[in-house]
């Protein structure tokens, strides 16, 4: 079956530090790819997409993507840390879109030490 | 303009009745999802509706739950008997619609079921 596994359900970063945050697909087919954040109590707000239009992805909040389909990957990252990144990070893929619904990871809970 | 918003925002009940969870979406999405989360399952996709019609029920739990749009606007998610396993947040999401696999859905803040 398709799915979408998201290493590490806890992640600990130091305030400055880079933030690398894992997420691989499997499927001979590449999906449709995005990255959604929860912080506390609240919806989640999409941080970027991947259209096929480009591997190298920008989102919101100084967050990135690179899609990698040797490696069936589409790892989130951010060169500095910073307190208010703490929240919950998904990984979601839709293959058919619409009628398909998002397949998301478990989620990674990112933790920022001041 | 305003988001998805979900009614209510809270809801405990008892096991064996039944409740309705509203969802609406930003005006002019014709696409609407719904979603459960919850510590053991994680997210899951239930339904999507585009315009009033739901082509595909079979994401959803059981026989219990039950979905419906109307007037391509407001929707509403029933779940009959509510048994304890149901507790979770149910998440509502809406998108432009017309089946563009990377339209982006936009979440509604959720609805937490508490089933005592």
């Known amino acids: 079956a398709q799915s979408v596994t998201q290493l590490g359900s806890h992640v600990s970063v130091s305030e400055g530090a880079l933030v690398l945050l894992r997420c691989n697909y499997s499927s001979s087919v590449p999906p449709y790819l995005f990255w959604y954040v929860q912080y506390p109590n609240q919806g989640l707000q999409l941080l970027l997409k991947y259209t096929s239009a480009a591997t190298l992805v920008k989102g919101i909040n100084g967050f990135e993507a690179e899609f990698k389909k040797s490696e069936t990957s589409f790892h989130l990252t951010k060169p500095s840390a910073h307190l208010s990144d703490a929240a919950e990070y998904f990984c979601a893929v839709t293959w058919g879109g619409g009628a398909d619904g998002l397949t998301f990871g478990k989620g990674t809970h990112l933790i920022i030490q001041p | 303009g305003a988001g998805v918003s979900q009614s209510p925002s809270n809801k405990v009940t008892e096991k064996g009745k039944d409740v309705e969870l509203r969802c609406d979406p930003i005006s002019g999405h014709t696409a609407l999802y719904w979603y459960r989360q919850s510590l053991g399952q994680g997210l899951e996709f239930l339904i999507y509706?585009?315009?009033?019609?739901?082509?595909?029920k079979s994401g959803l739990p059981s026989d219990r739950f039950s979905a419906e749009r109307t007037g391509g606007s407001v929707s509403t998610l029933t779940i009959q008997r509510t048994q304890q396993e149901d507790s979770a947040v149910y998440l509502c999401?809406?998108?432009?619609?017309?089946?563009?696999?990377?339209?982006?859905?936009?979440f509604g803040p959720g609805t937490r079921l508490t089933v005592l």
């Open positions: 999401a809406s998108s432009l619609g017309g089946g563009v696999r990377t339209d982006t859905q936009y």
């Open positions: 509706f585009q315009g009033n019609s739901a082509p595909d």
